[in-house]
Structures are given as C-alpha cells and as structure tokens.
DNA sequence: CTGAATGCAACAATCGATTGCGCAAGTTGT
DNA sequence: ACAACTTGCGCAATCGATTGTTGCATTCAG
C-alpha cells in the first residue's frame, strides 16, 4: 500500500519521539539542535525515503522554488541556448525554470511579469521585449526583494543585476575584423536604438571606423525593427542599389547577415570579394550558409547558467549585495564571407 | 503601504460578512452557494483586487499549476517550437510550464521525471531521450492519476495518452516525391530503431519503394544513433564511395541531410542532378542551404499546444478518458534540392 | 552552594485555500 | 399542520512545513 502523499516531517517526528519542529529544524541544520539529533533525524530522513513537500515549505515562506524566466522568443537560437543554460544550473541547485514568452511585445511581458509573480517564483531572469522601454512592470519584484538578472537585452539606466556581453567591443572587433579584411566602406545592420545592445554595438562600430580614420556615412548605417530576414534583404537591396554601395556589412544579428547573403549572391555580388559580410549571434545558419558568415560569438549558454547563479547568490545573500554588471567576453568567429586574404 | 502578501479569501469573508468556506466557493461556482452571493462575492474580489494564492491552493489539493515539459534538448529548433507552443497553450489556461532537458540520456530522464514528480506538477509533456526504452520511471505519474503526454518520440507498445506526427505516411510522401523526381536508387539515413518514429520512418520509406516496385537495397539503409552533422557526413561519403551510389536520399532530419550536401557538393556532386535529397522536420536551416534542402514539414508548435490542451482535457474528465493517440498530417516541402523536374 | 548562563527541544500559531459534514430556513406534498 | 426535502451557508479540520516564544536541564562562575 502506497501512501499517496509520502513520508511528513511529523511521520518522522512520531518515530523519533520528538517533535515536527525539532525535525524541521534538524533538516536545516538549525544551530539550536544538539548533533546527536541531527543525525538521527537525518538518517531516519533517508531511511525512510522523506521528501520535503515544497509547497508546503512554499506556503509558509511565501515562496516557490521556481526560477522564472522570461525571453522574448523560445524558439531562436540563442534565446534557446540560454534558457539551456539556465535549465542546467537551476536544476543543479534544486530549482525549477518557469518559462515564459514575451513575443517581442509589452504587454505580453507585463502580463507574464505579473504571472510569475503571483505564482511567487523566487527569482526572476529577463531578456527585454524588443518594444520595451519603461520598467515599472519589475518594480513588484524589485520591491519586495525577490531577485531580477536581466539578460542581454537589458535596461540600462536601471541600477540592476545585468549580465551581459561587451557589445561595444564585440561590435569594434567585428569592425576591426572587416577593416583587417582591407574593407573601407562598412555598412551597418543595426536594431532599435532604444535597446542598449544596438546602440552599444553601433557604437563600437563607429568608434572602430574612427580608430582607422574611416569616414562615417550615415546613409550605410541601417535599423531594422526586428533585424529579420526580410528587413535584411531589404536594406540589402537598397544598399547595393547606391551609386556608392559598401564594400562590406556589420551587421547586427546573423538572420539579417544572412539574408544579405543570399540577396547578394542573387543578384551577382561575389561574397566576400565585392561585399564581406559578418554577422552576429554565431548562430547555426553561419555554418550552413554558402560562404559560411562570420560571426560575433557569446557564450548564449553560460549566460543563462550565470543568470541563475546571480539570483541564487542575491538570495543567499539577501539583499547585502549591490546589483552589478557582469560582462562576458565575445569573440570573433571569421569564416569565408568576409575572409579576403588567406 | 502596501500588504506584502495580498487580499484573501478572509478578508473577502470579513468584509462581507460570510465565512471563508463560502468565499472560496462562491469564487469556483459551487453549486450550493446562492446566486446572488456568488456575485456579491465575485465583485468583491474584482474590486480588492483578491488573487487566488496558488501555493496555498496547490497545498491542498497536493497539486500545482504547473506542468512538466521534458525533452531531450531545448536548443533545437523542433524542440523549441513545440516548448513555444506549448507555453502559450498552458499560459492561455492559466498554468505554468516547467521545462527540463534530458540532454537525450536515460538517468536525467528519470532524474527529471522524479524531480517534476516531487515538485506535483499537475501534469507531464515529454518527448524521450534517444536512449530510453524502458518506461517504468513515469509509473509513479500513471499509478497517481497525473496526466503524461507523450509527444513525437513516444513510447509506441505503452497504452497512453499520445500526440505525434504520420510518420509513416510521411516517410512514404518523402519517398514518393524523390521517385516522382525520377530517382531510381535511394538511401535513407534512419535513427535508432528502437524509437517507433525511426522505425515508421523506415517502414513508409520501405512501402513506397515497393508500391513503386523498385527494389530495396540493405546498403544503401543506413542508421545514426543520433543523426548529426558528423554522421551525416560520414554516411554520405560511404554512400559516394559505393560501385553503385545512390541516386537520392531520404534522410529521416535535416541535420544529416544538410551534411549529406554540404559533403556531396564539396565532392563535386550535382544537387539534385547527380544526388537529390530531402530531409525531415523542415528547420530553418533547409532555407540557407544551397541548393535549399526538401523536407517534411510538420507543426512542432501545434504538437505541443495540442499535448497541453490534452493534459487539461484528461484532468477535467478525472480518469474517464481513454488513452488516445492524436496523428497530426504533414506535407513535404519540396524545394531545389531534390527538384529534378520542372 | 546558589544564581546565571547556556544548550536543546517542545508548543502553538501561521501560511491561504479546500471540503466533508451538519444545521437552519424555506418549500412542497398530503 | 406536520413530515420530507431543498437550498444556502458555516464550522472546523486539513494540507506540511516554518518559526517566535517559552521552558526545562545542565553546567559554570563566584
């Protein structure tokens, strides 16, 4: 006969003749219980196959186990590979990952702020919404002290947790990448500059060009609302249509680099020798596409694994800890679209 | 000053002069409470702004709102749909998603299973590990009455709730459009046999051979234990190297079949002329590949939106169901690289 | 040898919602 | 007018763990 609800602290209490506190307190360690009770407690613990029941445990702390987290797109590479990482560090810790899915809109991420915080998650991971750019939303968790990391697209006046990567000097090196190439006119696919990843990375490409004494053309310097496939053959298209088309494109994610690709390569540009292009992302479609792109590589999945491990650490530290900034190391990956010298 | 943990159903009571009990259930419309009490009631809590405590709920009844979706890696573009439609599926119906990987190895399958089993979700998504061929780790979800839902990788000779795709049919539409093509002599790359949609992919790739009348050929089927890039490669090149190559093959993912032309054309081989191929799941990757790689297109998104709404389908019918098996259609997807015909 | 400090553990309240049982007032039947 | 229902709702236990407070023994200092 099994028993449907498991072994309890008072199961265990009832056979050690003390009481559920005592036990309670024994399974945590609790200074104010002699050793010797410890140990008994514990091995009739593992004796006896007890569970902590965490809702119960939940019940009483106001607080679940579970990790929320909450990206704009579950279904893009390097979202995915986050939520990976994020995954494998909370379950090593005893938690569970909540997911949800912004779509890149406002409300959705108002709407599932405020889901995971009347489900009482205990901490929350966040990659911004694309639209987003007021904050109150997380002011309830900020509040009442539960942690917040934001991820990657983050908000950047706000004095928070943030891991992210150096996109300044991603997007520099990148340039850099293209300049060592002998390219002397860069075009830039860049996103919305209300979000500080683009904006960082526009600059560093600016700051790139000026470190070699290139002229900075705004007319080459493009913003896609999504940087999608179709925005990238867009800007494509009206790029190579100017009497004065780049010899070269920065651009800012690797869907739209890649579109650049295929648009130029359709209409008779050779790649890299009359346009080198690199994306960003290092996502697996560089690999596959012909020539394969060179990209901007991060560690998507440590991100997310690192995410975790900030709100586990505020937790143990509790709110002793001022919100800092990680920033994590990129890397260009050059491949054979924009490799022009051997 | 704000009440950290919220209006309850006591202060409802309080306020309107009713016990908790009633509250409670004039919010689920029990019948036995009077209709102009549960109006009272309901607009009480609408204007206290009263949110139900989940945890507290979920205590009594030994069950939250969550559910369990456990797959073997998130980072996959399959995968990753199905988790997205499944997020939005749950979150619609106001429960949460629990995601875990098993990274396609047998002990993190029972690892998580017990995990999510301890932590009560309400209900399981799973798509299995390559591995798994035994199924007694979700006993203890079966024997308890918590509703499992497997999806796509499926525990085929188990009589339980199933969602998956016509994986034979499919084989077979695959299979008869490379010979509509005009292919004579085709391969396939299968997976692990002992997964039913590995087997039924051969099996419809097995009659469509012979409802064509062509002959079947033990060489040229061949099997990956996980269908990478790697051993797509190697399965190509073995297949090149024959005195009597293929003429097309039928690649059970688009993983091995991107790798089957990436490796044909560096060999000098013609796509689709010399070698024509279609792939399986329709990733975004058969739209970058050059030529673009045919496939089977199915609807990973609405398999796991499907999978979710089963789950609540099977909880408010408490045990009265029957476990069935949803077929979902797919279509292939043709494109150049198996296009020989105009 | 006595008052104080210290170590250990028990009591009981609490977290917020759910639910079996029972009771009272109102309705129907005869 | 009395028994038999029906309708509507309250009481109190319960889910399992946590935690502030209290209390009993030892042990130690003076």
Chains 1, 2 share one sequence.
Request: proline residues 4%; hydrophobic residues 40%; aromatic residues 6%.
């Amino acid at each position: 006969m099994k028993q449907k609800t498991g072994v309890t602290i008072y199961d265990l209490a009832t056979e050690l003749n003390v009481s559920p506190s005592t036990v309670s307190r024994a399974l945590q360690n609790h200074p104010s219980i002699g050793k010797a009770t410890i140990k008994a407690v514990k091995e009739l613990a593992v004796k006896r196959g007890y569970r902590l029941n965490s809702i119960a445990a939940s019940l009483r702390k106001q607080q679940t186990n579970n990790i929320g987290v909450l990206v704009s797109w579950i279904n893009r590479p390097f979202i995915s590979s986050l939520i990976s990482g994020a995954e494998e560090a909370a379950r090593a810790a005893g938690f569970n990952v909540l997911i949800s899915q912004s779509h890149d809109s406002l409300d959705n991420e108002k709407d599932n702020v405020k889901a995971f915080f009347e489900s009482r998650v205990c901490g929350l991971v966040v990659s911004l919404a694309m639209e987003t750019q007021d904050f109150e939303h997380f002011n309830r968790f900020l509040e009442n002290g539960t942690p917040v990391v934001f991820v990657d697209r983050i908000p950047d006046h706000l004095d928070v947790q943030k891991v992210i990567i150096d996109n300044h000097a991603a997007a520099f090196k990148a340039t850099q990448h293209l300049i060592d190439q002998g390219c002397k006119r860069i075009a830039h696919f860049g996103g919305a500059l209300h979000q500080a990843i683009y904006r960082e990375r526009l600059r560093g490409y600016k700051d790139a060009l000026q470190a070699n004494n290139l002229p900075l053309d705004d007319t080459i310097i493009l913003h896609g609302d999504l940087l999608s496939a179709d925005e990238g053959q867009k800007m494509t298209e009206f790029l190579l249509g100017l009497p004065n088309p780049p010899d070269s494109i920065f651009s800012a994610n690797d869907t739209a680099a890649v579109s650049a690709i295929q648009f130029a390569k359709s209409a008779g540009v050779r790649i890299p020798e009359d346009l080198a292009i690199i994306g960003f992302n290092n996502d697996p479609l560089c690999m596959i596409i012909d020539p394969p792109l060179s990209s901007v590589g991060h560690p998507a999945a440590d991100m997310g694994r690192i995410a975790v491990q900030q709100i586990l650490q505020i937790k143990s530290a509790e709110g002793k800890l001022v919100p800092q900034t990680i920033m994590l190391n990129t890397a260009v990956i050059a491949r054979a679209s924009s490799l022009r010298k051997t």
